[in-house]
T-cell receptor
Framework: QQQVKQSPQSLIVQKGGISIINCAYENTAFDYFPWYQQFPGKGPALLIA?????SEKKEGRFTISFNKSAKQFSLHIMDSQPGDSATYFCAASHQAGTALIFGKGTTLSVSS | GAVVSQHPSWVICKSGTSVKIECRSL??????MFWYRQFPKQSLMLMATSNEGSKATYEQGVEKDKFLINHASLTLSTLTVTSAHPEDSSFYIC??????????????FGPGTRLTVL
């Protein structure tokens, strides 16, 4: 049973466009939802994270939108750049210090 | 801040030998460390969770006698792959959480270790 479902699997966006990646979760006990960016051969790097008490969080060009009733959250990358080309993972956890449950990842390619 | 290092970054070993991978939190105390395994073009798969001074908790299907985890201090955890076989070849990534500004929920990942078993 996949607890965090991520889509799409791959995404191609033109430079300057908006990249949108979606995730849905099943466990209502989850209370922490981070997004990670991973380049080939590197470890994941935390991009941005949100908790269920807010519906949106923005950091620079990255925005998380959170819909608690629908159990969905999404990552928006504004003004996408070729340097954003990477694999993005959404994740969730239900207790401080516990392991993250990861989505399957989205490979983003930003064409110049 | 919140830097996690891993050593070595890559290792090649012969089948049947053991390999130790170190994970260090450089600028914060990691009360909990996690070990993940990642196959090419796949997501991260949690192997085990370790708390400083306690035995690691392994995920279902992960052989604890094969993947030995030690978390002896608040800044160091080690993963030893014993009697390695080619099927153990993978990308091993650790993460650490603790009081690093983001609170205990935030996990900071190391750069990963590429293990190749010949």
């Amino acid at each position: 049973q996949q607890q965090v479902k991520q889509s799409p699997q791959s995404l191609i966006v033109q430079k300057g466009g908006i990249s949108i990646i979606n995730c849905a979760y099943e466990n209502t006990a989850f209370d922490y939802f981070p997004w990670y960016q991973q380049f080939p051969g590197k470890g994941p790097a935390l991009l941005i994270a949100i908790r269920p008490d807010v519906s949106e969080k923005k950091e620079g060009r990255f925005t998380i939108s959170f819909n608690k009733s629908a159990k969905q959250f999404s990552l928006h990358i504004m003004d996408s750049q070729p340097g954003d080309s990477a694999t993005y993972f959404c994740a969730a956890s239900h207790q401080a210090g516990t392991a993250l449950i990861f989505g399957k990842g989205t490979t983003l390619s930003v064409s110049s | 801040g919140a830097v996690v290092s891993q050593h070595p970054s890559w290792v090649i070993c012969k089948s049947g030998t053991s390999v130790k991978i170190e994970c260090r939190s450089l600028d914060f105390q990691a009360t909990t460390m996690f070990w993940y395994r990642q196959f090419p073009k796949q997501s991260l798969m949690l192997m085990a969770t370790s708390n400083e001074g306690s035995k690691a908790t392994y995920e279902q299907g992960v052989e604890k006698d094969k993947f030995l985890i030690n978390h002896a201090s608040l800044t160091l955890s080690t993963l030893t792959v014993t009697s390695a076989h080619p099927e153990d070849s993978s990308f091993y990534i650790c993460s650490a959480s603790g009081l690093a500004g983001g609170g205990t929920d935030t996990q900071y990942f190391g750069p990963g270790t590429r293990l190749t078993v010949l």
